[in-house]
């Protein structure tokens, strides 16, 4: 099943025989201070940066989040999607919890982007469904819902379900709906990732959608998270994740190996492009810091 994104010019396919697709994380401003700085002042010179960053670094697609505590986001949205849409043709994904800011920023948004996210809680799927429908958009769903985050995968399955059937009931196309099966750190819970590696495997087998990650977040607590995330990441593409959210720069890399070694890279030619980019702007960033 394949998931088809649309920026101004270029068009970006998720499907599990193809490329694996990152999602750029960096434009986010929870945890990050520089970035929370520069939106509040207005200051968008940080934005610019890290979209050309991303970009450069392999990101197929760039998440878009303003929620700093106390600004008007339904306001900054528009202004933060229009630049960005200005500085790159690639998709796009909007990413925030209230309707009304992503209305706001679905609204000038080129081509066809993706919600991020929708879950199975009443109120967010009466909330977010229409708008991601009235859009044409495509959409993330968490397997949480009412009762919270499931501990077993079998029961985020029957989360999955609810929400592909009532996208499904509104007309939104399956293959724009992308189950994320939610990734929670080992360092509290030793089977947390495990579960969310079952989660992929039963989500992929019942349904054939397309499955998102917020990988870095199982190792959150831990030293040495790097290592944790390359490593969980290159088992839940094996296991049949087909996209995630995630910093290029650190696990574009990992990405492109994986593919490689999954018969998705005839004649090696994109991990090759890709290494040698990698090299050009290791140097550069050296260059700059010497």
């Known amino acids: 099943m394949h998931t088809v994104l649309k920026g101004k010019t270029k068009e970006i396919t998720i499907g599990i025989d193809r490329p694996f697709v990152m999602i750029g994380e960096k434009i986010n401003p929870t945890g990050r201070k520089k970035l929370a700085a520069a939106l509040t002042e207005g200051n968008f010179d940080y934005v610019r940066q890290l979209v050309e960053n991303q970009a450069a670094w392999g990101a197929d697609i760039l998440d878009i989040n303003v929620g700093v505590p106390g600004l008007d986001e339904v306001a900054l949205i528009p202004k933060v ?17 209230n309707p009304a800011v992503l209305a706001a920023g679905l609204a000038v948004m080129p081509g066809k982007p993706l919600v991020n996210s929708v879950s199975g809680e009443t109120k967010r799927l009466e909330s977010v469904l229409p708008i991601v ?16 985050i499931p501990k077993t995968a079998e029961e985020r399955v029957a989360v999955a379900e609810k929400i592909i059937e009532r996208a499904v009931k509104m007309n939104i196309p399956v293959e724009d709906i992308i189950i994320d099966p939610l990734v929670l750190t080992v360092g509290s819970d030793s089977k947390a990732a495990l579960i969310t590696l079952q989660t992929i495997d039963l989500v992929r087998k019942e349904f054939g959608v397309n499955i998102n990650l917020g990988a870095s977040n199982v190792s959150f607590g831990l030293p040495d998270r790097l290592t944790v995330n390359q490593a969980f990441l290159t088992l839940a593409i094996q296991m049949g994740a087909t996209c995630s959210i995630t910093d290029p720069a650190k696990l574009g890399p990992i990405v492109k190996a994986a593919d490689l070694l999954l018969g998705r890279d005839d004649n090696s030619m994109r991990y090759l492009k890709y290494f040698r980019a990698a090299e050009k702007l290791r140097t550069q960033e050296a260059e700059k810091t010497a």
């Open 81 to 97: 999607v229009e630049l960005i849409a200005s500085l790159t043709d690639i998709p796009l994904c909007l990413d925030s919890s």
């Open 133 to 148: 429908k009235d859009r044409g958009a495509a959409v993330i769903g968490l397997t949480m819902d009412d009762n919270g």
